[in-house]
């Protein structure tokens, strides 16, 4: 039994734009907030 390729694939796109965009939201997040406390 050997995994397909395109689900592989698939996952990998999943799992890289999930980890892309908390990692942007966490940047945004703490860049906003950052910016709050000093002003």
Not at 2 to 30: C, K, N, R
Request: no cysteine; hydrophobic share 55%; net charge negative.
């Amino acid at each position: 039994m050997q995994p397909d390729i395109s689900e592989l694939m698939t996952a990998w796109y999943v799992w890289g734009a999930l980890f892309l965009a908390t990692a942007l939201m966490t940047v945004i997040g703490t860049h906003l907030i950052t910016r709050g406390w000093k002003e």
